[in-house]
């Protein structure tokens, strides 16, 4: 008896260890994620082939391979180093991929490495036709250079040039984080057989794909290899129009050294994108936005058929909104993902029928692929405990798996816990829908600091998903319990949720987010309701800076790229028909609103110490929205702190840079935490 005793009291000492030997994850961690890119997958060979990353923080960048892994998941492998984009092709027998940017094939063996294109501009986005024999890519050029050389000639000269000064005469002279310069971005197709390079658009002066609100899925092969679909926005002011349109071209028309006649089948004056051909070639599927000037609107699934030139709205009785489309092998359905609620939920469309059912709801999904013989669909899921990895289900709903499990070994060190969930009642009475994560160890019996965190967009949505920026883990490693609520503007709650952010920046929202918190703190005791802090970037920063002149509740506030002045924001922004929809026009057109959502107006009422973090490289919201915050900070005396980077953008994205604004956030909290004697 005193033998078995002492076994079972080994065996829990030993289990208490195990257990124990866990620990929060760190920055470290988080940089050390190998983070899983685009994906190829070919039933004839059995593989799947995957970019693979890998970030260094002693020489603060990342690293990206290909490997290969069996569809059931074994034998992963690394395929080739530095190099991406890897398709299968020659049924299963080759694969493609992008190296120093030309286009290169190989063996399935990865021998007999062959470099296919040599063209100046560099090859990316590379589309196979159906035989092979052409590729259909984007590249940025000169609109009025009709050879490489020519696009050659004027790079050198304007490296060589001294005076290093633009002139323009036009808005959207900046996107993002770039100056768009003279290049634009035009379609190229490459004949492999006699070796030519045609210019589609040849003098065209507008990009295509489109500058914004598209995506890598904005141009495809018909099945026949005749004809191409893109998406390409011809409105001369750019920077007020979201009227990207959906335009056909017949390959026969090609020609060296002239433009191809394109025809536009599309029909909205808002966003239509991502046009994608059924495999019997009869149709055309792409989504499309009603609303002209909102980029958030509701994406219709349109269906333009190629025989009648009929177009039809597939899902205009759904108040869903879909984003990547694919064809069923057999062109009865179309399978496609959509925000609902904190997921990214995959949708199965019957045409017959017009009705979509769910294949799988709990996912965050994206990069959606079908099976050669049409009976599973692969595609990217992850979840706040998981990053990225390749997911499999059948199409009859059945055997949901995972495939690659490229953190494993990381992942086993580290002690997180899944999300859960609350429903609030925000402004009138609707239901606003929380994340809440727990700290690792967590303990019902202490109490813990909350972390208020606010999503951007602002129509977007907090998931559950593991996010290289805003990782809720990693906010919850440090102690705290974290609470992620979904307000007005939310996508995922129907587009009247969404649509209700417009014009009332301040309004619902704030409420919403400001109930959520109330019902968090009376609802859940291991919350400190003594410790509370609020984060948030881009239009959460601009809640942040809003939650700076209307409450005291919390402890401290970071606002990160955030939005101050909506009028000089409109000044210094670069796509216009955001803040134009937004705030009913341009400021002279609407003052009295800009002024009434503005946090700028409420200065007076600024006493919530605050970090403010914003990157030179920011023209969404532009560095001069940070020097006004903290300006007026200083001025009104707030304990305030700025973390300048003078090599970041809109994101922090440097992994040195990122360790650098975690930690800064995590001082910030600290220091600002106040100690409470708890009975």
């Known amino acids: 008896m005193k033998k078995i005793i002492i076994l079972i009291s080994l065996a829990l000492f030993t289990s208490l260890c195990f257990a124990q030997a866990k620990r929060a994850i760190t920055v470290e961690d988080l940089w050390n994620m190998a983070r899983i890119g685009s994906f190829d997958v070919n039933q004839n060979s059995g593989k799947i082939i995957f970019e693979l990353t890998k970030y260094s923080m002693d020489e603060n960048k990342g690293k990206t391979d290909i490997w290969m892994i069996n569809i059931d998941g074994t034998n ?91 002139i323009f005469t036009e808005l959207m002279y900046r996107h993002w984080n770039d100056w768009r310069g003279p290049k634009i971005s035009h379609l190229f197709i490459y004949n492999k057989e006699n070796n030519v390079f045609t210019d589609l658009l040849l ?85 499309s936005m009603e609303r002209a000037g909102f980029e958030a609107d509701k994406k219709r699934i349109m269906l333009f058929n190629r025989l009648t030139d009929q177009t039809q709205n597939l899902t205009g009785d759904y108040d869903i909104s879909a984003e990547e489309l694919i064809w069923s092998k057999d062109s009865k359905s179309i399978y496609f993902t959509a925000a609902n609620q904190i997921y990214n939920s995959i949708y199965v469309l019957d045409l017959n029928t017009k009705l979509i059912s769910t294949v799988i709801e709990k996912v965050v999904a994206s990069s959606l692929q079908i099976s050669n013989d049409g009976k599973t669909l692969f595609f990217k899921n992850q979840r706040s405990t998981l990053p990225h990895e390749i997911f499999a289900i059948n199409t009859d709903k059945t055997n949901f798996r995972r495939i690659t499990d490229v953190n494993n070994n990381l992942l086993s060190q580290i002690e997180m816990n899944e999300v859960e969930t609350f429903w609030a009642s925000g402004a009138e009475d609707v239901k606003v829908q929380s994340i809440l994560v727990k700290p690792p160890f967590f303990d019902h019996n202490k109490k813990y600091p909350m972390m208020f965190l606010i999503h951007g967009g602002p129509q977007g949505h907090w998931e559950d998903d593991f996010h290289y920026r805003w990782n ?28 209700q952010i417009s014009q009332d920046w301040g309004g619902k929202p704030y409420i919403d987010l400001m109930n959520s918190y109330d019902y968090a703190i009376q609802n859940y005791k291991y919350i400190d309701k003594e410790n509370t802090f609020a984060a948030g970037a881009s239009y959460g920063g601009y809640m942040i800076n809003w939650i700076e002149g209307h409450t005291d509740r919390f402890n401290a506030l970071v606002s990160h790229a955030g939005v101050f002045n909506l009028e000089s924001m409109y000044g210094t922004t670069e796509e216009l028909w955001f803040p134009e929809w937004e705030n009913g026009g341009a400021p002279w057109e609407n003052r009295e609103l800009y002024q009434k959502w503005s946090p700028h107006m409420f200065v007076e009422n600024f006493k ?39 090599d970041e953008t809109h994101f922090v994205t440097k992994p040195q840079n990122a360790k650098l604004w975690w930690n800064t956030i995590y001082d910030w909290l600290d220091k600002n935490k106040k100690v409470v004697n708890i009975p």
């Open 608 to 646: 919530t110490p605050m970090l403010v973090v914003h990157g030179a490289f920011d023209f969404r919201v532009p560095f001069g929205q940070a020097m006004e915050l903290f300006t007026a900070l200083q001025k009104m005396n707030v304990e305030s702190k700025l973390l300048y980077y003078p």
């Open 76 to 166: 992963s492998k690394l395929f080739k180093e530095s190099v991406s984009s890897p398709q299968f092709i020659d049924g299963g027998n080759k694969i493609s991929f992008i190296k120093d940017n030309q286009l290169y094939e190989c063996g399935i063996d990865g021998k007999n490495e062959k470099q296919i294109t040599d063209f100046y501009s560099g090859v990316s986005g590379a589309e196979y036709s159906i035989d092979e024999n052409l590729v259909l890519f984007p590249a940025k050029v000169y609109a009025d250079c009709s050879t490489q050389e020519c696009n050659k000639k004027k790079d050198i000269a304007k490296e060589q040039d001294k005076v290093k000064a633009e």
């Open 472 to 499: 809720l883990q990693m906010f919850a490693s440090k102690g705290y319990v974290v609470v992620a609520p979904n307000p007005r503007g939310s996508t995922g709650y129907g587009q009247k949720f969404t649509d």
């Open 203 to 287: 003098n065209s002066k507008y990009d295509a794909p489109p500058l914004a609100l598209g995506s890598s899925n904005d141009y495809s092969f018909s099945p026949f290899s005749d004809e191409i679909a893109f998406t390409m926005n011809e409105t001369d002011f750019l920077a007020t129009s979201t009227n990207n349109d959906i335009f056909i071209m017949k390959l026969s028309n090609v020609s060296d050294n002239s433009a191809v006649p394109y025809k536009k089948i599309s029909e909205s004056e808002g966003n239509d994108t991502q046009p994608v051909f059924s495999p019997d070639g009869k149709y055309i599927a792409y989504n």
